[in-house]
């Protein structure tokens, strides 16, 4: 709260030569930043705590994880359910249809992509193996990146809408759209497609910190 400067005393004639009493403004300041612009910290912790469950899991079973497709598409799905829960808990159920749309929609928008895109790389390599020319192969895998990613998550958000609005039926036929934020999920997806293609590049340390924002989607949607 802040008092705002007092307004230029007046004089008249009744007041006799004094001035009159100088008008104070009082003014009530309030934090006006909509709360998406604030970082949800219950919601993340239990995103990260989704991700680390499945990745300690892969390591004491194998020691250093070389991640495929279904190791990706599991700690996808641990982070959406991390982010679902922690979103219920903090929310106390509220908007709970709302938010199992979004995780609905952050799980097909990760299927998709990285199953179309894994399987033209199993082609590229196919077809195009580094024993008939290593620049081929390279390029053959870009190609197959950029099509299973780009085809992929254009199908992705028309299957995800079909799906929320026919297997979720709360009585409201919603269709979501990607968004700026979305188009930055989908970070994941290129980080995915490009540990897919190298298993063992320096990528892949970090591929379980790219799926943090998916499950934080799903979580903080309102």
């Not at 802040?2 to 030569?17: I, T």
Request: with cysteine; proline share 5%; glycine share 8%.
């Amino acid at each position: 709260m802040y008092v705002d400067q007092p307004e230029k005393a007046v004089y008249n004639k009744q007041s006799a030569g004094k001035p009159l009493k100088p008008n104070f403004k009082v003014i009530k300041c309030e934090n006006t930043a909509p709360a998406s612009h604030c970082i949800n910290i219950p919601v993340l912790t239990t995103v990260i705590a989704g991700i680390a469950i499945p990745v300690s899991l892969f390591k004491r079973i194998n020691g250093n994880i070389e991640y495929d497709l279904s190791k990706m598409l599991v700690m996808g799905a641990c982070s959406i359910l991390g982010g679902l829960t922690g979103g219920l808990l903090l929310s106390k159920g509220k908007k709970l249809w709302t938010k199992i749309k979004e995780a609905n929609f952050q799980f097909i928008n990760l299927l998709i992509p990285m199953v179309l895109t894994s399987t033209l790389l199993k082609e590229a390599n196919k077809y195009f193996p580094e024993a008939i020319g290593k620049y081929k192969n390279i390029a053959a895998k870009a190609c197959s990146i950029v099509l299973g990613l780009g085809i992929g998550c254009t199908f992705s958000n028309y299957v995800s809408n079909k799906a929320n609005n026919l297997l979720i039926n709360d009585g409201e036929k919603v269709k979501r759209k990607c968004s700026p934020k979305d188009f930055l999920v989908h970070c994941d997806d290129i980080a995915a497609a490009l540990t897919l293609s190298n298993p063992n590049s320096i990528l892949s340390k970090f591929l379980p910190y790219t799926l943090i924002l998916t499950g934080y989607q799903a979580g903080t949607k309102e």
